[in-house]
C-alpha cells in the first residue's frame, strides 16, 4: 500500500496487534523469506484472505479462473479444482507450468495470452480480456499485470458477468480500486486488509460474493 515508510511500518504494527497469530507467519514467510509465493505454492494476497480461503468449499467440482498465475494457481489446483489460468507473460507461464509438473498438478489449463498494458482498448480488444465472459465460474481472481492504467477494474466487470450464483470474485491490491466497492452488482463484499508472504508491508484483498 501507498505511504511513506513509517506509516508502511506502523501499518504492519497495527495489523500485527490485530492478528498477533499472524506474527510467525510474517516472520517466516515475508522478513526471513527468499522465495517466490510460486514457490511456496500460496496466493500472492492478504494472509486473512488465504485464511478465509482455506476454509472455503474448494474442491473437485469448483471451476476457478484465474486473471494472472502464480502460487494461487497451484493453491487452487492442489484442492482439486478446475483451473484456468490467463497469463500474459509467457516466461511467467512456463514457470508456473514447469511448478505444477513438480508437483505432479494436472488441473490447470494455462493460456499465454499476451496485451498491450499501455493502452486500455487495446486490452479491452484482446484475447486476454475477451476470454473472461466465454464460460461461468464458481471463483475469479483478478490479479492480471497492469502498471499506470488500470486494467482490472475493466476485468472486474466482465467478471461479474461470468460469476456463477453463489461465486466469489477475489480482486487483490483492492486499495488501488476503492470505486468498485461503491459500484458492483455483489450481494456483499468483504476487504481483507492484513500482512500477506513474501511482502513486507500490508495489502488488501476484496472478495464479492454473488
Known amino acids: 500500500m501507498e505511504g511513506k515508510n513509517l506509516t508502511r511500518i506502523l501499518r504492519v ?13 510474517y516472520l517466516r514467510y515475508s522478513i526471513l523469506n527468499k522465495k517466490e509465493p510460486l ?4 496466493p500472492w494476497i492478504s494472509l486473512s484472505a488465504i485464511k478465509f480461503l482455506d476454509n472455503y468449499s474448494i474442491d473437485s467440482k469448483s471451476e476457478i479462473l484465474e486473471l494472472g498465475g502464480g502460487g494461487s494457481t497451484l493453491y487452487f489446483a492442489k484442492k482439486g479444482a478446475k483451473v484456468t489460468c490467463l497469463e500474459s ?3 511467467w507461464a512456463k514457470k508456473i507450468e514447469v511448478k505444477s509438473k513438480e508437483l505432479n498438478i494436472s488441473n490447470i489449463d494455462l493460456k499465454i495470452l499476451p496485451y498491450n498494458f499501455k493502452k486500455l482498448e487495446s ?3 484482446s484475447k486476454f480480456f475477451e476470454f473472461i465472459g466465454k464460460n461461468k465460474y464458481d471463483i475469479i481472481l483478478i490479479d492480471n499485470y497492469e502498471e499506470k492504467i488500470q486494467l482490472r477494474p475493466k476485468c472486474f466487470y466482465a ?4 460469476i456463477k450464483p453463489g461465486g466469489i470474485i477475489i480482486i487483490d491490491d483492492s486499495w488501488r480500486y476503492p470505486e468498485l466497492r461503491e459500484n ?15 511482502r513486507l508491508g500490508v495489502s488488501s484483498t476484496d472478495i464479492y460474493f454473488y
Open 159 to 162: 467478471a461479474e458477468k461470468s
Open 89 to 91: 507473460d509467457e516466461l
Open 13 to 25: 504494527i497495527k495489523s500485527l496487534s490485530i492478528h498477533p497469530s499472524y506474527i510467525p507467519f
Open 184 to 198: 458492483n452488482s455483489a450481494k456483499f463484499f468483504k476487504v481483507f486488509k492484513s500482512i500477506g508472504p513474501c
Open 39 to 42: 514457490e511456496l505454492a500460496l
Open 123 to 125: 486490452f479491452v480488444n
